[in-house]
Every structure is written in C-alpha cells, then in structure tokens.
C-alpha cells in the first residue's frame, strides 16, 4: 500500500490548523469564560461570607442591645418598684402625721372645751357658793360674806407663824411702795381700817397700804410686798371641787365596769367652816 505523503502532510497540516483555531477560537474563550465564572463564583462567595459576617454581627448587636434592653427594663422594673416603695412610704408618713395633728387637734379642743366648762363650772359654783354663804351668814348670824372674809383675814394676820411674819415685814420695810391689799370685792371703809390696824399691829409698825379690787382672787384677800405675800380666799375649796369635778367627767368618759359597793351611812350635815389656808410666798 503506497502512502501519500502530500495527503498526510496536508491532513497533518489541517489538524494543526484546526487545534489551533480551536484553541484560537474555542477553548480559550472556555478557559476564560470558566475563569470569569469561578472569579464571580469567588466574588458571589466572597460578598456571601461578607453578608454572613454583617448578619452575624448584626444578630449579635440586636442580642447585645436586647441584654441591654433587658438589663435596662430590670433597672427600670427596680427603681420604679424602690420609688414606689419610697412614695408609699411618704403618703403613710404624711397620712400620720396628718392622722396625729387631727389627734392632736382634737384633744387640744376637748382640752379647751373641758378647761371652759371647769371655769364655767367654776364661776356657777363661786356664784352659788358666795349667795349660799351670803344668804347663810345673813340668816344666822347677820354678817354679810364680805365682812365675814374681811374678818377672817385679819384673824389670819395675827396667827402668822414667826417666820412668815419675819419675811413679810423685811418685804414690807424694803419696799419703795405702799404694800398692796387685793380684795375680791370692794372693802369698806371700817374693813380696811380693821385691815390696816391688824397690819400695824402684825408688823410692829406704821405700814403704808392701798387697796385695789381684784375678782380673780375668787372671794378672799391679799397682802403683797416686794414678791412676797399672804392671802386668805375661797380658791382652795373650789380647786377641790373643781378636780373632783374633772375626775367626775373622766369617769364619765370612760367608764369601766365595776361591781355595786353597799353605800355607806351618810353623815348628818353640817354648815362648814372657812379654813384658813396660809399662801406666804
């Protein structure tokens, strides 16, 4: 068999031709076309991790600022419950103090209206005592109340003790004014003169005096000089009437449950006899 070098070298030159232009025209642009896709598959991936990572770090922001938020929500939660507590607190202390002052309000008024019915009791039983007295004394013994108290002093002035005396005349001696003699009631003129001898003759002197009136003494008379005093008056009896009065109206107030005693005899009464009651100060 007889070979044809000229078909072969031209066959041999058309295969190079062609690998060539495949190469030219077909598996370059495949190479780069495989090369742009797996540069884009890259970047795709690329720009994916990229995203992953942003979503990443956003998912851990929005985790962080929820902790936060949380955090923030107890802190509000606390403090809002602590004021709370602290405005409680403040509304129990006001309403107290309110509740006290209302206390304190209430017994200042029970205090004033039980100190104006002591002095309206006072004054009742000072007037009925003195008509008592006056109408008593004029009956038996035609003495008016007055002249009986008036009396009644200068009796006092004599039966000075040594000591009240002593203090008393120093205080009269040192005195730049006439010594003061107080009455209930105004003091005739036979009364004060009766004072003024029971006063000479007391001290062992000439002792200047004036005379003033002054209901507030509560029927009686007061000798006063330089700070220091005597007195003789009906106050007494009436401060022991007004406090069995007070202890009367607190045991109506609270009253308390107590078994019957049997009552005992009452005494016979008597007509009672003013009581010297010496006040030197």
């Given at each position: 068999m007889l070979i044809d070098w000229f078909t072969v070298g031209a066959q041999a030159l058309n295969f190079l031709i062609l690998v060539w232009l495949m190469k030219r025209f077909l598996y370059q642009p495949i190479l780069h076309a495989i090369d742009e896709r797996e540069k884009r598959i890259a970047a795709e991936l690329a720009d994916a991790t990229a995203k992953q990572a942003a979503a990443q770090k956003e998912r851990d922001d929005f985790k962080k600022k929820n902790e936060e938020l949380d955090g923030q929500r107890a802190a509000l939660i606390s403090k809002a419950t602590d004021d709370a507590k602290i405005e409680r607190q403040r509304l129990l202390e006001e309403a107290r103090k309110a509740a006290d002052a209302l206390t304190a309000k209430r017994q200042e008024s029970f205090k004033r209206e039980q100190q104006n019915l002591n002095e309206q009791i006072t004054r009742r039983t000072q007037d009925e005592v003195f008509a008592i007295a006056r109408k008593a004394l004029t009956d038996l013994a035609t003495t008016s109340l007055e002249e009986r108290i008036s009396e009644v002093f200068t009796r006092?002035?004599?039966?000075?003790?040594?000591?009240?005396?002593?203090?008393?005349?120093?205080?009269?001696?040192?005195?730049?004014?006439?010594?003061?003699?107080?009455?209930?009631?105004?003091?005739?003129?036979?009364?004060?003169?009766?004072?003024?001898?029971?006063?000479?003759?007391?001290?062992?002197?000439?002792?200047?005096?004036?005379?003033?009136?002054?209901?507030?003494?509560?029927?009686?008379?007061?000798?006063?000089?330089?700070?220091?005093?005597?007195?003789?008056?009906?106050?007494?009896?009436?401060?022991?009437?007004?406090?069995?009065?007070?202890?009367?109206?607190?045991?109506?107030?609270?009253?308390?449950?107590?078994?019957?005693k049997p009552e005992a005899a009452e005494p016979k009464p008597q007509a009672p006899e003013p009581k010297a009651d010496p006040n030197v100060q």
């Open positions: 006092h002035l004599h039966a000075m003790d040594d000591s009240a005396k002593s203090v008393l005349g120093e205080a009269i001696k040192t005195a730049s004014d006439a010594a003061l003699v107080r009455s209930a009631f105004e003091l005739s003129a036979d009364q004060r003169a009766a004072i003024q001898n029971a006063v000479n003759e007391t001290f062992s002197a000439d002792v200047r005096l004036r005379f003033e009136t002054a209901p507030d003494l509560i029927s009686g008379i007061e000798l006063s000089a330089n700070g220091q005093k005597v007195a003789w008056s009906i106050a007494g009896y009436l401060t022991d009437m007004g406090k069995s009065v007070g202890e009367l109206m607190q045991a109506q107030a609270k009253p308390e449950a107590a078994e019957p």
